[in-house]
C-alpha cells in the first residue's frame, strides 16, 4: 500500500443499509469524480454496512475486490444512520472528509464544489437542497416546518433545507469525535462546532433503487432527537403551561366565587358537574404532556450515563 494511500487527503464517507442496487452505480459516480481533481492520487471511499439484511455487503466486498482505495467498516448490526455516519467519519483518515448518503440523492458530483470552497478556507461546507425530487408534498413540507422549527427553538444557527451531505475538515472531524453523545444529530452538532461553514445549493435527485429509510416514525424520531439535543426549549414550554392551567384556573376560581356572592346561576347550571370534569381533564393533560416532556429528557440522560459504545465494528477491509 502506498504512503498516499495510507495517508489520504480525501476522506469519502457513505453509510449503507440495505442499497444492494445502488453500491456499482455509487462507486462508479464517485471514482469518476475524484479521476478529475488534484486529490485523485490521495482518496479513499469509507462504505459503512449499517448491518443490511439483503445483498448490501456482498455488493461492497464485490467492489472491494476489482477497485483501489476502499475501505469497508462492517458493524455488528443496525445501529442507525447517524451513528453509521459517525462510524465512518471515525475511521476516515482524510484531512477532508465528505459524509453523503449511499441512495444517489446526493450527487457525487457536487465533491468538486465542495473541495472548491474548502481550499479556499472553509471548514465546512454543506449542500442546501433547492429541489427535492421524488417526494411528496407532505414529506417536503414537514421537512421545511421541521427545519424552521428547530431554527427558531435553539440557540445554535442550523441551516434550513439541509442533510447530512457535507464536506468537513480534519480539525472538524476531530472536535466532533469529542462529542460522544448517543442521539446523534449531526447536522446539528457540525453546526455547534462552528468554524467557517457555506452552503452550497443543488437539486435533490429522486432515489435510484430500494425504498427510504426514513419513513414517517423514524422522521418523527429523528425530528425528535433533533430538538431535544439542541434546546431545552420544550422544558421550559411544560413549565409555561403549568403557569398558564395555574392563571386559568385562578380565574375560574374568581369566577365560581362571584357566582356565589351574588347568587347567580348561569344557564343550564348543574352544580358542581360540569366545573369539576373541566377542571379534572384540563390540569389531567397538563400534567401529562409535563411528564412526558420530562421523560424523553430523562430517558436521554439514562441512555447517556450507561456509557455504552455508540456503535461496534465487526470488521475493516481495505483494497
Known amino acids: 500500500m502506498s504512503d498516499s494511500v495510507s495517508t489520504p487527503r480525501l476522506s469519502i464517507v457513505v453509510p449503507l443499509f440495505n442499497e444492494e442496487g445502488n453500491v456499482a452505480a455509487l462507486l462508479a459516480r464517485i471514482v469518476a469524480v475524484v479521476e478529475r481533481l488534484p486529490e485523485r492520487d490521495s482518496y479513499e471511499i469509507v462504505l459503512v454496512n449499517d448491518g443490511s439484511s439483503d445483498h448490501t455487503l456482498a455488493r461492497i466486498r464485490d467492489e472491494l475486490a476489482r477497485r483501489s482505495n ?31 448518503d449511499g441512495d444517489l440523492q446526493d450527487p457525487p458530483e457536487l465533491i468538486e464544489a465542495f473541495l472548491d470552497r474548502y481550499r479556499k478556507g472553509y471548514d465546512v461546507v454543506y449542500a442546501v437542497r433547492r429541489t427535492r425530487k ?18 427558531r427553538l435553539t440557540k445554535v444557527s442550523i441551516p434550513v433545507d439541509t442533510g447530512d451531505f457535507r464536506l468537513m475538515s480534519r480539525r472538524v472531524v ?12 449531526l447536522r446539528g452538532l457540525v453546526s455547534w462546532v462552528g468554524f467557517n461553514q457555506i452552503g452550497v445549493e443543488y437539486d435533490r435527485e429522486e432515489r435510484a433503487s430500494g425504498t427510504t429509510k426514513y419513513p414517517l416514525p423514524k422522521m418523527v424520531r429523528f425530528a425528535i432527537d433533533g430538538i431535544t439535543s439542541f434546546s ?8 409555561y403551561l403549568g403557569f398558564s392551567a395555574s392563571l386559568v384556573a385562578f380565574v375560574y376560581a374568581l369566577v365560581v366565587i362571584g357566582f356565589k356572592v351574588f347568587s347567580l346561576k348561569p344557564p343550564g347550571y348543574t352544580p358542581g358537574w360540569a366545573s369539576t370534569i373541566v377542571a379534572v381533564l384540563f390540569l389531567g393533560g397538563i400534567q401529562l404532556i409535563g411528564i412526558g416532556i420530562l421523560g424523553e429528557y430523562i430517558g436521554r440522560i439514562y441512555d447517556e450515563v450507561k456509557g455504552r459504545p455508540l456503535y461496534l465494528i465487526s470488521e475493516i477491509e481495505r483494497s
Request: hydrophobic residues 50%; proline residues 3%; aromatic residues 10%.
Open 70 to 100: 476502499i475501505v469497508l467498516v462492517n458493524l455488528s448490526r443496525n445501529f442507525g444512520h447517524q451513528l453509521a455516519a459517525t462510524a465512518g467519519i471515525e475511521i476516515a483518515r482524510g484531512d477532508a472528509i465528505v459524509l453523503m
Open 134 to 151: 421524488g417526494e411528496s408534498a407532505f414529506k417536503v413540507w414537514t421537512a421545511r416546518a421541521f427545519y424552521r422549527i428547530i431554527k
Open 174 to 185: 476531530e472536535a466532533l469525535k469529542r462529542s460522544p453523545e448517543r442521539h446523534r444529530f
Open 232 to 239: 431545552d426549549v420544550p422544558l421550559r414550554f411544560a413549565s
